[in-house]
């Protein structure tokens, strides 16, 4: 399964132009949600005197998991068509059928390298940008003084979810017509995050509390269930039929 994630990743990274659109859109989308944060939450009620220091910690980790949530679906809304479109016209997933790899093995393993640059970014940028905010109206490290739940939430629910929603797009594409598998994800996306954004903004549900990561995980245990629903549909016949289509 390494050597499989490994040229998967290849063959991701050999589209440079879909990787400067990604990171270009990852970068704007950063820049859109910091300014916000600061410029429309953070700094008027700083100014103001309207909030405490345990407050503040409370709106960066909202900042932070929203970055967190809407830069790791970008990675599938743009790096998961066009490569595994590539690979089934040129039949590089008819030869690994062909191979000792099964059918489930390939599955997972398109599924964690389509995951991963999604995950760095999902992790390194939230943790910037949290770090950035708490040293400067803070003046202290982010994490050591965040709530566990936040934490969790943030650098562990999100990356969970979108494995499985990973999961859940490669089936469609595999089997089917990969456009079928980006409708999935860029539906998902502005639909589900703006879901939660809404739900925190008025604080219907608070995120340092672990109803919040329950409800997280509950997402994920959703597409994992509806990816294990439809595993069965994973066969060579028709994974091989839709490579030719």
């Known amino acids: 399964m390494g050597s499989i994630i490994n040229a998967s990743l290849k063959n991701i990274f050999q589209f440079k132009s ?14 859109a949600i910091g300014l916000i944060g600061a410029k429309l939450i953070i700094e008027p009620i700083v100014n103001y005197g309207m909030i405490n220091e345990s407050n503040l910690r409370y709106y960066i980790g909202i900042i932070g998991y929203s970055t967190a949530f809407i830069l790791t679906g970008i990675n599938y809304c743009v790096l998961f068509s066009v490569p595994l479109t590539r690979e089934k016209v040129n039949r590089v997933i008819e030869s690994l059928l062909a191979t000792a790899s099964s059918v489930k093995e390939v599955w997972f393993a398109k599924s964690i390298a389509l995951f991963i ?20 109206y ?17 650098y562990l629910a999100v990356p969970i979810i979108y494995l499985c ?6 089936i ?33 549900i608070a995120l340092d509390t672990p109803i919040f990561f329950i409800c ?6 959703i597409l994992f269930f509806i990816c294990m629903a439809n595993s069965s549909k994973l066969n060579k016949e028709d994974i091989v039929l839709s490579c030719k289509n």
């Open 18 to 31: 879909l990787i400067m659109v990604y990171l270009g859109i990852v970068l704007i989308c950063a820049l």
């Open 117 to 136: 640059p999604g995950f760095l970014i999902g992790v390194i940028i939230p943790y910037l940008l949290t770090e950035f905010f708490s040293l400067t």
């Open 138 to 154: 803070l003046s202290s490290s982010y994490i050591p003084f965040a709530n566990m739940w936040i934490v969790l939430s943030t």
């Open 165 to 170: 929603l990973s999961l859940l797009i490669h």
């Open 172 to 204: 469609v594409g595999l089997v089917g017509n990969v456009e079928n598998g980006i409708v999935i994800a860029t539906i998902f996306l502005p639909v589900i995050s703006a879901l939660i954004i809404n739900l925190l903004a008025r604080n219907v």
């Open 216 to 221: 997280n995980i509950g997402i994920a245990l």
